[in-house]
């Protein structure tokens, strides 16, 4: 199993970001994925989920209405729209695949959100 996270970067307060994950090596369609991050001294914090159809989804309080998670089976891909970037939004994100009971994560993109 494999994830690669892409997307990361400086991005401006209130600015956009869309990340990707790209999986490989397990049948995408057959696992819930997710989008974590860590911010430097803190724990790892859930950001969003989409099941394995796309047909359900949830966010942490402090992203809805700014963030979306989306996904094409058909690329085996899923990504993260991030939209009103506020600073603390500073973070490595990560993507989560679940499969079988199994958490598999990507190695993490850089946000930074800085005027």
């Known amino acids: 199993v494999q994830l690669v996270e892409s997307g990361g970067g400086l991005v401006q307060p209130g600015g956009s970001l869309r990340l990707s994950c790209a999986g490989s090596?397990?049948?995408?369609?057959?696992?819930?994925m997710s989008w974590y991050r860590q911010a430097p001294g803190k724990e790892r914090e859930l950001v969003a989920t989409?099941?394995?159809?796309?047909?359900?989804?949830n966010y942490a309080d402090s992203m809805k209405g700014r963030f979306t998670i989306s996904r094409d089976n058909a690329k085996n891909t899923v990504y993260l729209q991030m939209n009103s970037l506020k600073p603390e939004g500073t973070s490595v994100y990560y993507c989560k695949a679940r499969y079988w009971n199994y958490d598999y994560w990507g190695q993490g993109t850089q946000v930074t959100v800085s005027s």
């Open positions: 090596g397990f049948t995408f369609s057959g696992a819930d």
């Open positions: 989409i099941t394995m159809t796309g047909d359900t989804t």
